[in-house]
Structure formats: C-alpha cells, structure tokens
C-alpha cells in the first residue's frame, strides 16, 4: 500500500520542520507549501533530506494559496494528501509592544500571517480531507495567547484557540480527525535550538509522528508543556 502523505503548511519554520520531521519519522511522504525555492532549499537543509518531500510553492497568506494547491492535487498534478499540518507563520517583531502602540497595519500583518494562513489551511483542505480515509488535520497554537507577555502575537492566538474549538466541534462525528497541539515552551531548529539551549524541531517532532497513529485522539487539544509531553501525548476535549 503507497504510504500516505502529510500536507505541510508553513514547512520551513521552527514548527513547519518538527512536522515535516514528525512525518517522515512516522513513514509518511510530505507535500511541503514553500514560498519559493529559497525557502524549499531551507528546508531540506533544516530537515537533511529531499527523500519522500515533494516541493509546491504558494503563498499561504493569500486567500487562494492553499486553496490552489488542493485544485492541482485535484487535477493529479501533485500527491494526494490524507493529513494537514498547520502552524501558521512567524511571529514578526517588535512582538512586545504595548496593545495600545499596535499600529492597524501591524495588526493586520500579523493576524494575517498567524491567524489568517491557518484558517486558510483549514477551510480549503477541510471538504477533500473528509473524501479521504483516516484522515487527520492538526493545528499548532501557542501558550501566548494565555500568558499575553507579547500582546501582539496573544491577540492571533486567542483567535486560533476559537478556531481549533470550533473545529474541534464540527469534526467531532466526521470522518477526520481534528486536533490542536497546544505549545508551551520555546521550539526552534536544531541548530538554533543549541545556541539557545531551548527544544529543537526534531524533538519537538515526536509530537507530530505519534499523533498521525493515535486514531484514538480526536477534537482534543494536545498540552505539549513539558518534556515528558512529548514522550506521552496529554490530551483532552476542551467541550
Ligand atoms: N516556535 C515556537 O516555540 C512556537 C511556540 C508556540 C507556538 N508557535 C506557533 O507556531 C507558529 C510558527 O512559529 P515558528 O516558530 O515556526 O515561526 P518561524 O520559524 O518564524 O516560521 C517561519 C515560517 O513563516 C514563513 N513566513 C515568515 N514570514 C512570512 C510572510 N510574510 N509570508 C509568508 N510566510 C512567511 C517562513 O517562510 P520562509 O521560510 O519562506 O521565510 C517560515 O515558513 C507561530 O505563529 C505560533 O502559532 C511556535
């Protein structure tokens, strides 16, 4: 049987390259969304292989990034995918500002790019991920939106916690499995995680290749705050 394949959204970051590595780790092939061939020349030197990743460009911050991906795998011009990786983008600095300094285009730049990508992800891969069989979508949020040290990237992950809620609900007896994986330590690739002793991609993507397999987790946030979390998944159903 052809392995399944895992659509990346947002690959070549600190969260992009734990799921790209989660994948591959749990035998699966990887459709990776890049915004140019720089960035794909990134990833494959961030995860230390091209092997099994097959390379699509699109901006997923565009309202028909994502949505024209799905059209050409339609077409058979890329793999078919049965899961979704979502972690949305960077977080652009200056990040502390004070609520009250947030300029409107700021605000704007940043809800697009960490709220928007995702809920692009979600809404165009949804419908062709319930026509696949053992299908899954998994969204990476971060504990900000909690803390709101740094109000600017809280406010976008305020919105995604509503958004994995919600889709968490609507999935709840459908055919896919639907999961926000909750984060609450600082993750960056491996060589930046050295320099700054905090967790590194490919640690963190034990998370990612356990959850492909662990068809009993399903509309759950997954609380990754601990090391130990990433050795046991802790879920839960927030409703
Ligand atoms: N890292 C963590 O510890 C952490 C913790 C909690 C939650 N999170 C969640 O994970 C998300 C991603 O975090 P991360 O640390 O992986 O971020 P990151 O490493 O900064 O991610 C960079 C990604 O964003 C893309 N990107 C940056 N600016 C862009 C733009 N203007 N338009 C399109 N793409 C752009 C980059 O593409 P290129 O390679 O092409 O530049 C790359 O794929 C966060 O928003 C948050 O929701 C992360």
Known sequence: MAAETVLVVGATGNIGVAAVKGALQAGRNVLA???????????????????????????????????????????????TFQHVYSSGMTWPSPSNTESHGITTDRLRYNLNISFEANFFAYRDTIEYLREQKNSSFTM????????????????????????????????????????????GFRVEVDEDAAQHSVVSSTEFGAVFEQLLDRSDIRSARVHVTTPEDMKVLRHARRF
């Open 33 to 79: 969304i890049v915004r140019n061939q720089n960035s794909a020349d990134k990833l494959i030197k961030r995860v230390g292989t091209s092997k099994d990743i097959t390379f699509v460009e699109a901006d997923v911050a565009s309202d028909s990034g994502v949505a024209d991906v799905v059209t050409k795998v339609r077409e058979g011009k890329l793999p």
């Open 140 to 183: 990476c949020t971060g504990s900000q939106g909690d803390l709101a040290t740094h109000p600017l990237p809280a406010i976008t992950q305020g919105a995604l916690y509503s958004l994995c809620l919600g889709a968490a609900r609507d999935n709840l007896d459908k055919s896919v499995r639907f999961n926000e994986v909750y984060l």
